[in-house]
């Protein structure tokens, strides 16, 4: 089962949207800490905790140091956050 924490409430820098929480998508069990990488659960942008644990948008240097393995990761997590959303919005229209 994935793990979720509670994070400070905050809005998503790109969508607006509030945050409260993170959730692992592996098995380490642990909460997130400075400077690792989350993806909002409704617009799917690629974040970065920063020393509030807040989530900020990456600097260009952040993206630079992602290897074409975490790009492709990201990718395909973004895939799964659009396809929840669109069920979720096709479910709420019927």
């Given at each position: 089962?994935?793990?979720?924490t509670r994070m400070p409430r905050c809005a998503c820098p790109y969508c607006g949207v509030g945050l409260?929480?993170?959730?692992?998508?592996?098995?380490?069990?642990?909460?997130?800490?400075?400077?690792?990488?989350?993806?909002?659960?409704y617009c799917a942008a690629l974040l970065v905790f920063d020393d509030e644990m807040k989530p900020r948008k990456p600097r260009a240097d952040e993206w630079r140091r992602l290897s074409d393995i975490d790009l492709m990761i990201v990718r395909e997590l973004q895939a799964v956050v659009e396809s929840f959303r669109r069920k979720h919005e096709a479910a709420t229209k019927s």
């Open positions: 089962m994935n793990e979720r409260d929480g993170a959730t692992s998508m592996n098995k380490r069990k642990r909460a997130p800490g400075v400077g690792d990488l989350s993806l909002c659960g």
